[in-house]
Nanobody, 121 residues
Framework: QVQLVESGGGLVQAGGSLRLSCVAS????????MGWYRQAPGKQRESVAT??????TNYADSVKGRFTISRDSKNTVYLQMNSLKPEDTAVYYC????????????????WGQGTQVTVSS
């Protein structure tokens, strides 16, 4: 069973930085894309940043120039968040789109449990 484990959230003052990490384990066979999403109270979940298997990246307009997504060869994706603003406060979720060893014939979306990021003004 594919599992995503996130770390790195916390409380930071406006202008500060945080780095989120997410490791995919438990039988992932291949990964098409990895990404970070966030959901603030009373709002819908939104895409923050994604990175493809060819390392092509996409960012939400609200984080361009401040956040950087990256991945390594060991199924880990990172989100470096700089110049944080109070409006970045949300639960951040890791997403992996790929195939597991048991369901190799289809692509599925896998989600982490979420990590809280709180930016104080």
């Amino acid at each position: 069973q594919v599992q995503l484990v996130e770390s790195g959230g916390g409380l930071v003052q406006a202008g500060g930085s945080l780095r989120l990490s997410c490791v995919a384990s438990g039988g992932i066979a291949s990964i098409d894309a990895m990404g970070w999403y966030r959901q603030a109270p009373g709002k819908q979940r939104e895409s923050v940043a994604t990175i493809s298997s060819t390392s092509s990246t996409n960012y939400a307009d609200s984080v361009k120039g401040r956040f950087t997504i990256s991945r390594d060869s060991k199924n880990t994706v990172y989100l470096q968040m700089n110049s944080l603003k109070p409006e970045d406060t949300a639960v951040y979720y890791c997403n992996v789109r790929g195939r597991s060893r048991t369901t190799w014939y289809r692509t599925d979306d896998y989600w982490g449990q979420g990590t809280q990021v709180t930016v104080s003004s």
